[in-house]
């Protein structure tokens, strides 16, 4: 059993997503307040972007150049950071980048808050988005090496449930100070991020280095004791002992294969998951859910609906507490099922409030437009909004983990700055002026994601990081992956099931030794007899 310093670790990294949130969608909020629109706008004499206010009878804008650029080029610094960031998880360790991510983010929130100039705020988001960027790619990381694989689906859900918070958060600072008739408005939410990236840096100093980056740098002393104090076991329990043992022999074997490289992630067995996790994590952005969070308030506004604050803020509820169940079920349905049915239901909605904004202008149209784009919440944040972290923690394996899931975070990063960038030139009424019936995109977007689930998504839950590399080399197909299990598993432990299917074979590390390829497919019944002395369910990372 893992005792309580597990979750501290695991929740006290969560945390990130808190910045993750916040840092995503104080902006939303900030751009529709007039003093905001006073300070980094200009003079107009008519309105032409949803950025507009009258301050004493002047008429003020920030055109939709700049608020692309104000919002889209955080987008831009989280990419590259998110990049960068697998050198940097392995060069200096999961918790020392928690640290360094956490840095950065401050020294962009200093810029962000010191000058009232557009271009000090647009360097200061970059920067801020970079710091964002490694921290976006850390924490899954770090939750997935070091929770047990009961939990660690719901552990890394924990990640999207504190980004939730964080843009609840930050939209209910932004609905309490934007009527406030001073600078004030705008620099409380912008300011307070310096609170939450101390948290951050804090816990960089706090919690147990993951035990198989330690493997990774062959410091298997500290690996061994890492392991057993987030287990609370002492080092020579045999679960301890069984645990490493696998974790370094896995991490033998895939040295003896030569140095790591991106190009191999694009070869053999690993290209197939390499673009798993790319397409989950861009078909998470394209679900259209950042488009509520970034540019919610004008969305609600050009609907004609007279309370757009309340409304944001009323899709940030849904959006937390949505994430609760998200958290259970991906655990309860697996991953596939979960993606599969999450994406089938926010494209329906969408497709409702796309007809609903073209045939009915009055206030029932409205209100069903508000309650569908609430109900397409609901669905990503119970489904797509965990499940995409959860995918790409199990993803790779431990010598191509920090490069893949870079890759993976990168990919959401990307497709975050694109609708970010693109959305004001679509919707707005002085270039594309698509307004609210940009939801048939998304619609369209949400059904491909659904179908691409089916046929490319594998099951994860239950497995161990390192049974995971065996599933992946068997060749199984991701619709059959649900029923699969490692050669030699019993039918007690693992949580796998009598009656499941599985590759029975060579489990070593040598030639064909993840080899599903040397097994056969049979009956996992058929061994239960032989498996009854195995009482002991096996404590597996």
């Known amino acids: 059993m893992s005792g309580l310093w597990v979750y501290i670790c695991c929740g006290w990294v969560a945390f990130g997503g808190f910045v ?16 905001f629109i006073k300070d980094y706008g200009h003079i107009v004499d008519h309105q032409s972007s949803s950025s507009y206010a009258v301050i004493d009878n002047v008429q003020y804008e920030i055109s939709s150049v700049n608020r692309s650029l104000i919002t889209s080029l955080l987008s831009l610094g989280t990419l590259v950071g998110a990049l960068i960031g697998g050198f940097v998880c392995d060069w ?12 950065v983010y401050i020294v962009g929130v200093v810029l962000q808050i010191s000058p009232i100039h557009i271009a000090g705020l647009i360097v200061g988001r970059i920067i801020a988005g970079f710091g964002v960027g490694l921290l976006s790619l850390v924490n899954p990381m770090y939750i997935s090496e070091v929770a047990p694989p009961r939990i660690r689906g719901a552990a890394i859900g924990t990640y999207q449930l504190f980004i939730t918070i964080g843009i609840l ?15 004030s408005a705008y620099r409380i939410p912008i300011g307070l991020q310096f609170i939450w990236g101390f948290i951050i840096f804090a816990g960089g100093f706090i919690i147990t280095e993951s035990p198989r980056w330690y493997v990774k740098k062959e410091l298997h002393t500290e690996a061994l004791s890492a392991l057993a104090k987030v287990r609370n076991l002492p080092p020579t329990d045999p679960s301890v002992v069984t645990e490493y043992e696998e974790i370094k022999s896995m991490h033998e074997y895939e040295l003896s294969l030569g140095t790591p490289t991106y190009g191999e992630l694009f070869r053999g067995t690993l290209a197939p998951r390499t673009w798993v996790g790319i397409n989950v994590q861009m078909f998470q ?3 259209g859910v950042n488009f509520i969070f970034y540019y919610g308030t004008a969305f609600f506004q050009s609907a004609g609906i007279t309370k757009p604050y309340l409304i944001t803020v009323a899709t940030g509820v849904v959006n ?9 079920l991906v655990e309860k349905l697996g991953r596939r099922k979960f993606l599969l049915y999450g994406a089938a239901w926010m494209s329906l909605c969408q497709l409702i409030v796309g007809v609903v904004s073209i045939t009915v202008r009055d206030k029932s149209g409205q209100n069903v ?14 489904t797509w909004g965990p499940g995409g972290w959860v995918l790409i923690g199990e993803l790779f394996p431990l010598k191509h983990r920090a490069r893949g899931m870079s890759l993976a975070t990168a990919s959401n990063w990307w497709w975050n700055w694109v609708i970010a960038f693109v959305v004001p030139y679509i919707t707005d009424a002085a270039y594309g002026n698509l307004q609210t019936k940009i939801a048939f995109i998304w619609f369209a977007t949400s059904l491909i994601g659904c179908v691409w689930t089916f046929f490319f998504v594998p099951e994860t839950r239950y497995h161990s990081l390192e049974t995971l590399d065996e599933m992946f080399e068997s060749g199984v197909k991701p619709w059959n992956t649900a029923k699969w299990v490692p050669s030699g598993a019993d039918a007690k432990g693992g949580g796998y099931r009598p009656g499941d299917i599985g590759v029975v074979g060579h489990h070593g590390h040598g030639k064909g030794g993840m080899g599903g390829k040397e097994g056969k497919e049979v009956e996992h019944g058929e061994h239960e007899g032989e498996e009854e002395g195995s009482e002991k369910e096996k404590v597996s990372a």
Do not use: K
Not at 92 to 103: E, K, M, N, Q
Not at 169 to 183: D, H, P, V
């Open 320 to 328: 937390v507490f949505m994430t609760f169940p998200g958290i259970i």
């Open 20 to 35: 993750f949130g916040w840092d995503s969608s104080y902006i939303n909020g900030v751009m529709s307040m007039p003093w």
């Open 169 to 183: 958060t930050s939209q209910g600072c932004a609905l309490g100070t934007e009527s406030t008739l001073n600078a």
């Open 92 to 103: 200096a360790g999961r918790r020392r980048t928690l640290s360094i991510g956490a840095a």
């Open 285 to 287: 952005q394209l679900t």
């Open 369 to 382: 437009l508000a309650g569908f784009t609430c109900l397409f919440i609901a669905g990503f944040a119970s």
